[in-house]
Structure formats: C-alpha cells, structure tokens
C-alpha cells in the first residue's frame, strides 16, 4: 500500500539510490478509501495524493508525521466536511507534525464544543498551505508555530456571531516567528477580523481582505506589534462592520523587541459610518516609532492615519468617494484604475526603502480569485494595489 519513490543520481563514483518517501493514494478505488487513513499510516516525508472526485464527510484526524505533503488530485480541490465531527475537540486537521504543506484541499464547517473549532489547528513547527478553502468554519486557521506561508487561499463565512471564543477568518498565534500571507482571499467574518495575526513578522502580500456584506472586526489585526509589512493588498471595510478598524497595530499591547509597520500601494476603503475611525490606527506604540505609508489609495471620510509622527513616503491620496478615485467598480470591489483617475503616475519610488532586503516596491498585483499577475512598471508608479493598464494591452 506505500509506493516507494525513488531518485536515481548519476556521479563520477557510480550511481547512488535515494529514498525519498512514499507515496499514498487516497480515494475511490485506491489503496485507501479516507485521508485520515492514509494519515495514520504515513511515516515522515511521505506524500499523500487525495482524489478530489471521493467523499470524506466526517473525516477528521490529527496529523502527527513530519516532512509530510497533503495534495489534492484532480480538478478542484478535495473536500473535507466536518459533518458534526472534530479531532481531540479542536478541528478538522491538527497539525502536530514539523513541515507540513497542504494543497488543494477544501475545509468546512468546522464546530467543537467550546466553540473555537479550526479547519486547521496549527500546533507543529512550519506549515504551508496552498489553494486551500476554509468555508463556514469556526476559525479557518488558529495557532502556529515556526514558520507559516499561505498562498492562494481562501476564508469565507469563518467565525462565530456572539461568541464567547475569540474566532476569526485565521487567527495565528505568538508561536508563529513569520507569517507570509499573500495572494490569498479573505471575505464575510462574522463580528471577527479576516486576518488576525500575532506572529513576530507578519508579510502580507497581494491579498484581497474585503468585508464585502460580512459583519467584520478589524480587517487586518495585529494586536502585539513585530514587524508588518503590507503591500499591495485591497482592504474594504463593509457597512455592516461591527468596528472601525481598517488596519489595527499594537492594541493589545506591544511584546516584541523588534517593531515595524511598512503599509505600501494598498487600497483601502471604508464604508462604515462609524466615527473615530482611521485606515492605520495604532495603540501603545514604542517610543520612537513610526509607521511607514507610501503610495496608498484611500476611499471613505476618515483621516490615514491616528500616529502624529509617522514617515510619510509620499503619494498617499484620500479620497471620499470611488467616483472621486477613477476606480472601476466599487460596488463590486473592483478597485483597477480607469483612464483619467488621479491616482495614474502619481505614486512616488519606494524601492529606497528596505525592510530586511525586501524592496517595498510591489512587483504583483492581485487577481480575483487567490492569483497574481505582474504589475506594469512602466513610467511613474500608480497609487494603490493596481497599476493602469490601457485597454486593449497584455
């Protein structure tokens, strides 16, 4: 039942035979009929291939083998319903094992009795995911530990309403050294925030966290400080939100040594009529900090930023209105630029400015759904999460 791979080296000695893991097939009429079985069969550095055409309702299991690749195979993604079922009372998958990469595999309706049930309890070090769905979950992701990139995913009608956990889109924990978060799709929370992260670094790249007609908290939260660096992303904040935070530094207190808040070409609009409210606010930051705002499009009636002192990079424009922004389809968050919009070439260079040799200027731009494509660098660099490109060019 476990394929052996094999990878063949040629040298000037001889050849040289390499284990590299087996593989286990999951699904109809293959050597195992659930994921959680070929889980628990599993030994480190294994690879699993579930068929997306199989049913697992109610398949739930912690994952304890490290080294370990999870794929789904086959068009669209494999599908894991909780179906009233959870694993040791926290979710669909624990992930206890080291080095963990998921792709194409779709968690729902995740439930526990304490009401803070995960599609994914992150509890081993390192863990990637990749074009996964987390749909109707209690938390799509909580925990981690290490290292976490998520790309391409998505995060709809995650969190509770009225409950006494605190269970948002993804919640990732004080474990986490850096989170890489880009590319991915984050929508409708429930009185919950669509990212919520106390991780030590936090890259937020390219991501579309919008709260569209949800009931949301904050849009991105980072309540203990580290280092934030966000570029290129759309923020919405909906009408129907339950607080006015766009982007919230630092509210729970700063824990970190190490602190930086870098927000660059994002769009960011608010369209909630609650007053007090800013795109960049933050709390019990250290002396001497500021943040660093660059080449934002902003729509809605609030000022950018609650800091008195932040490093103002320039090409920062605020706007009341879409209509006033040149922007294509607020209504139905399409945020590109139109011919004529004052945000085209108005936007200053920002490669000047490294953060850990990452160079702020935005490469990508987010393509819905949960892809990039790259931005036109042409001329003058564009406000916002979108460059304009003249109609009829690649």
């Known amino acids: ?17 390499l284990a590299a893991g087996a593989t286990l097939e999951v699904g109809p009429g293959k050597p195992f009929a659930a994921p959680s079985a070929a889980i628990q069969a ?13 049913k697992y309702n109610g398949d739930v299991c912690t994952v304890r083998p490290s080294n370990l690749t999870i794929r789904g195979v ?40 304490d009401r803070n049930g995960a599609g994914i309890r992150a509890e081993g070090k390192n863990l990637t995911l990749r074009n996964c769905r987390f749909y109707d979950c209690e938390n799509g992701i909580l925990g981690g530990n290490g290292e976490i990139l998520i790309e391409r995913c998505s995060f709809e009608h995650c969190s509770l309403v009225a409950t006494p956990a ?37 890259w937020i790249l390219y991501n579309r966290l919008t709260d569209e007609a949800g009931t949301g908290s904050a849009v991105a939260d980072f309540p203990n400080g580290g280092l934030v660096v966000m570029v290129g992303n ?22 970190y040594a190490k602190n930086g808040l870098y927000v660059v070409n994002n769009t960011m609009v608010y369209e909630n009529r609650r007053p007090n409210a800013f795109f960049v606010h933050v709390q019990h930051a250290p002396e001497g900090f500021l943040p660093v705002l660059g080449n934002n499009l902003c729509i809605g009636k609030i000022p950018l930023t609650n800091a008195a002192n932040f490093d103002d990079l320039g090409g920062n424009l605020l706007f009341k209105t879409a209509a006033e922004a040149g922007v294509a389809d607020a209504q139905h968050y399409d945020y590109h630029l139109q011919a004529g ?24 731009q987010y393509v819905h759904p949960c ?24």
């Open 234 to 255: 759309i923020l919405h904040k909906g009408a129907n939100a339950q607080n006015t935070r766009v982007i919230a530094y630092g509210f729970e207190g700063i824990k």
């Open 166 to 202: 605190a269970t948002h889109s993804l919640y990732i924990g004080e474990r986490c050294t850096k989170l890489t978060f880009r590319d991915n799709y984050s929508t409708f929370a429930h009185e919950a925030h669509l990212l919520k992260s106390r991780a030590q670094q936090n």
């Open 42 to 54: 599993a030994k480190d550095g294994d690879t699993i291939l579930i068929d997306t055409a199989g």
């Open 74 to 113: 086959g068009p669209g993604r494999a599908k894991l319903a909780a179906a009233g079922r959870d694993a040791g009372g926290k979710g669909i998958w624990v992930t206890a094992g080291n080095d963990i990469t998921a792709e194409n595999i779709e968690f729902t309706g995740a439930r526990v009795r």
């Open 371 to 394: 892809k990039l494509e790259p931005r036109e660098q042409a001329g003058r660099i564009d406000v916002g999460a979108f460059a304009y490109s003249q109609p009829g060019s690649p």
């Open 1 to 17: 039942m476990r394929a052996l791979q094999v990878t063949v080296l040629c040298g000037i000695s001889g050849w040289a035979l």
């Open 341 to 364: 919009s004052p945000c085209i070439h108005k936007g200053v260079a920002v490669g000047k400015v490294k953060v850990d040799g990452f160079d702020l200027t935005p490469k990508f």
